[in-house]
């Protein structure tokens, strides 16, 4: 299908400028309208659709600014680029405040001129194809998209509910790698009011050290060496949304204390910036690692990992809700099936007996990954033993460990024995691990630490 031309519309009284400005945008592709003066921009603005405005601030009769608020009013998603003399950057600044996207000073070339208003239409097709992406999703799984019927998935779905209802309240996931955090995070946002304002993801473990701080916070025009034009970062983009911060665990020390602030006054200051910019957004957070033990090893601020931790959701890894597996291939499967042309209707006993003795370290996203290698090597209409992977074909059967209720000596134990006994076996199985003993006992940690000191536990 072929792509529609992109419209833009030149305001400026300056006759020979709005020429050049209108030839060098044609020569690239865009259709281009002109304007002289304000009052002709607003009944242009209302009679036709544009993608893109070019304003000067300085117009007669009417002020840029006003023609900005109206038009913003005409069209809030509109794209204006306010062009400005040097005298009057504070006025492009605070035009950018109403709503404006960028600024150019006059004195720009060509070249200059197409790259700012191709940014700007680059973040506006993104905008419009996430906000397509969420209306789908939305269409498409009107509940919460995280699949499974085991009773920890049935508890997590529940308590996801619980959490979205709160407008601002900071959301800690806690899970093992491809466990499906993002997924949660995506459930928490589309159930909340914010659901129609953005969810903007960030992973902090892939982004370099010395580039977080503005990815995270923005910076004005000139702040460094190639700070060229105002750069918006991820909590000014997510303003009325939801801002995900994955692997929170990999920030480091010296940006904790910013992002703390953050979460404290609900404002920023953009680096090279002179006053806060204040914003409405919910943070979630997510880690598959420990974070009470990257607070004791120093790794963490104790302060902000109990600030991002009024709720926490802790999400099962895939061996510990064996009955969703099978189920959940067989979704891959069918998704497979129509990406590959096939028509697979399910599995051996072999096949389905093999996945749920398999211990999964990667978790969902390991399944998912292994169903589609089977649908691709599968030549009937079943997925049998040879289409798994030899660490599959190759896991041992789980044997359920007996639970013994007698004493070396054969005498009957007391129900607070038993207890005893099985706390330290599962500390015994994490290592001594407390903060994971507890989730799998399902008690808190400082219920735990009760128990031990009850019955001397080192």
């Known amino acids: 299908m072929k792509e529609r031309i992109l419209k833009i519309l030149i305001v400026d009284d300056e006759e020979v400028l709005t020429l050049g400005y209108s030839k060098c945008l044609i020569k690239v592709g865009y259709e281009v309208k002109t304007a002289s003066s304000g009052e ?23 002020s840029g ?39 150019l000073l006059k004195g720009f070339d060509h070249e200059e001129l197409r790259t700012v208003v191709k940014k700007a239409l680059d973040m506006y097709r993104l905008k419009r194809e996430v906000s397509q992406l969420q209306e789908n999703e939305r269409k498409n799984y009107p509940d919460i998209a995280i699949f499974g019927n085991s009773p920890k998935i049935k508890y997590i779905k529940d308590l996801i509910k619980v959490v ?26 589309n159930l909340s009011s914010r659901s129609d304002k953005p ?9 370099p050290e010395n580039l977080m701080e503005s990815e995270l916070f923005g ?20 303003h009325g949304g939801t801002l995900f911060l994955d692997e929170i665990s990999s920030m480091k020390l010296s940006l904790q204390p910013k992002l703390l602030r953050v979460l404290e006054t609900q404002s920023f200051r953009r680096i090279g910036g002179t006053s806060d910019i204040k914003i409405d957004v919910r943070i979630i957070a997510a880690t598959n690692q420990e974070l009470k033990e990257c607070v004791d090893n120093g790794s963490f601020r104790e302060d902000l990992y109990y600030r ?30 129509k990406e590959f042309s096939k028509n697979i209707v399910g599995f051996s006993k072999e096949a389905e007996q093999l996945m749920q003795n398999f211990d999964w370290p990667g978790n969902v996203r390991e399944l998912k990954n292994i169903m589609e290698r089977a649908v691709i090597l599968c030549q009937g209409n079943v997925v049998t033993e040879e289409y798994l992977p ?19 000596t054969g005498e009957a134990l007391s129900l607070q024995d038993i207890e005893r006994k099985h706390i330290l076996e599962m500390l015994d199985k994490f290592n001594g691990n407390k903060s994971k003993a507890a989730r799998v006992l399902n008690i808190s940690r400082s219920t735990l630490r009760e128990k031990l000191k009850q019955y001397g536990i080192s």
């Not at 209802?165 to 499906?180: A, F, H, Q």
């Not at 969810?199 to 982004?207: E, F, G, K, R, V």
């Open 390 to 408: 030899i660490e599959l074909r190759s896991a041992k059967p789980k044997e359920p460990k007996p639970i013994s209720y007698q004493s070396p």
């Open 199 to 207: 969810l903007i993801a960030i992973n902090c473990s892939a982004i």
């Open 164 to 189: 979205a209802r709160t407008p601002k309240t900071s959301v800690l996931i806690e899970g093992e790698s491809g466990t499906g955090k993002e997924l949660v995070a995506k459930a928490v946002h």
């Open 308 to 337: 991002l931790k009024v709720m926490v959701i802790n999400l099962p890894p895939l061996r510990e809700r064996v009955e969703d597996i099978v189920p959940m291939a067989k979704m891959f499967i069918e998704q497979n099936n």
């Open 40 to 62: 002709e921009a607003i009944k242009l603005l209302k009679d036709e659709m544009f993608d893109l405005v070019l304003l000067d601030i300085r117009l007669p009769h009417m």
């Open 65 to 103: 600014m006003e023609v900005l608020s109206k038009a913003l009013e005409i069209d809030p998603d509109l794209i204006v680029i306010m062009i400005t003399a040097h005298g009057s950057v504070q006025s492009a600044v605070d035009a950018m405040r109403m709503g404006a996207f960028d600024y």
């Open 219 to 238: 910076y004005e025009k000139g702040a460094f060496t190639d700070a060229k034009s105002l750069k918006k970062g991820v909590f000014e983009l997510a």
